[in-house]
């Protein structure tokens, strides 16, 4: 067991956290599913069997999996991480303080396992356990409303936290179906022993920031997309930790469409090899940065400029290989919105990629990227691909 270091997108993945679906998403129906932010209904046996896949295949390169529902298990252990947890899951507003009373004692009373499995999956006002019946809260609303909203965006362990060198910043996640993910996570990085000497970056209740709008494109260089989750005071204060640390000397703080398709920077731009990226071309030539750097105790910040060569001038590169989403623009459209460029690296020049985005892995192939493909047809009713699912806690150096 290695100590936690992320210092690029693109280093050799030796642990990543990841969580298998479960209970979270048989919660799904038509008529939430807009709110908790999926497209689709997912069959739940086949995405836990897509996901199983996944995490064989980056088993079979080396990769240590860590699976979030364990993690958030052993760290319930700590007395002090179970208090927290029922104090995140029981909302007074929505319950009234009766079943809230009810509530948080019978949580309390759970097992490691079982509470873990609650805090994910949530707890209809028909589970509560029996009690007071004539609860006007109980009474009044449907069987099946949520006491506890499930968590079913907790397979995307990508967005609520963003390990940068040595340190872990906790997320603080925009939309209200999602900001609970944030309060597990910071148990687990809080209270589990594996992570006991992991310093902070950032803080949890700063103004939103998402690990999907979170690129390492070289050590001391981060991209920060702003756009529908993570907004401009958001990146600020995030370049602001990182300079305050010395984890960065330039951020780039790239403008994004605020729209579902391109909800995160890494569903339009991932890297897939320490200077090359796969990218949306209908983004390309119009993406463009701001650029962050620490001076006299405060951000010095220049342009807006051209993206691409904003990184490249930042990375101390010539430019940086640009691999095109697809072929035709409508290909392309497609490609995008089912992850094609969301893949995840697992060293440089090898990524993993939804295999349904046909064109997309041809055109990283013929750039010389191995493609490891996995299929993603109900993971992806989530919108989120490979990047989006795994969190890096370790990489080796470039
Ligand atoms: N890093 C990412 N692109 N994550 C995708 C998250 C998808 C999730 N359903 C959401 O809307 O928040």
């Known amino acids: 067991m290695s100590e936690p270091q992320v210092r690029s997108e693109v280093g050799p993945l030796r642990t990543v956290v990841l969580h298998r679906p479960g209970t979270e998403l048989k919660r799904l129906t038509p008529r939430n599913s807009d709110q908790l932010l999926f497209d689709a209904i997912p069959w739940v046996d086949r995405a836990q069997r897509e996901h199983d896949a996944f995490a064989e295949v980056l088993r079979g390169r080396g990769v240590e999996v860590l699976l979030l529902r364990d993690l958030l298990a052993e760290a319930l252990a700590d007395e002090r991480a179970r208090a927290a947890a029922v104090l995140a899951a029981v909302d007074e507003l929505r319950v009234g303080t009766d079943i809230a009373d009810a509530l948080s004692s019978h949580l309390a009373g759970r097992d490691d396992a079982a509470l873990a499995e609650v805090l994910i999956g949530g707890m209809t006002f028909e589970e509560l356990p029996a009690g ?5 809260v109980r009474r009044m609303h449907h069987p099946h409303d949520f006491a506890i909203e499930p968590l079913p965006n907790l397979l995307f362990t990508r967005d609520s936290s963003i390990w940068v060198g040595e340190r872990v910043a906790v997320g603080s996640l925009a939309l209200p179906a999602r900001r609970r993910e944030a309060a597990l996570t910071d148990l687990i990085y809080a209270y589990h022993p594996r992570f ?4 902070r970056a950032y803080g949890a209740h700063s103004a939103p920031v998402e690990g999907g709008d979170v690129l390492l494109l070289d050590p001391g260089v981060v991209a920060v997309g702003v756009g529908e989750r993570t907004t401009p005071a958001g990146a600020e204060s995030f370049a602001r930790s990182l300079f305050a640390d010395d984890l960065a000397h330039t951020v780039l703080a790239v403008p994004i469409a605020q729209a579902r398709a391109s909800m995160h920077l890494d569903t339009v731009c991932t890297m897939v090899d320490r200077d090359a990226v796969v990218m949306y071309p209908a983004v390309q030539h119009s993406l463009q940065a701001y650029v962050l750097r620490p001076h006299d105790g405060g951000i010095d910040v220049a342009g807006p400029e051209p993206f691409l060569t ?11 290989r640009v691999i095109d989403t697809g072929l035709d623009p409508v290909t392309a459209e497609r490609e995008q919105w089912e992850d094609g460029n969301n893949t995840l690296a697992v060293a440089p020049g090898v990524v993993v990629a939804y295999e349904r985005n046909v064109e997309t892995n041809a055109r990283l192939e013929e750039a010389g990227i191995e493609v490891l493909r996995i299929d993603g047809s109900e993971l992806g009713t989530g919108r989120g691909g490979p990047r989006c699912m795994s969190c890096p806690t370790h990489r080796d150096a470039l």
């Not at 007071?132 to 006007?136: N, T």
């Not at 006991?196 to 310093?199: I, L, P």
């Not at 904003?310 to 940086?320: H, P, T, V, Y």
Request: a negative charge; zero cysteines.
């Open 196 to 199: 006991a000497h992991a310093g």
């Open 310 to 320: 904003a990184a490249a001038e930042a990375m101390g590169i010539d430019a940086l």
């Open 132 to 136: 007071d019946g004539r609860s006007l």
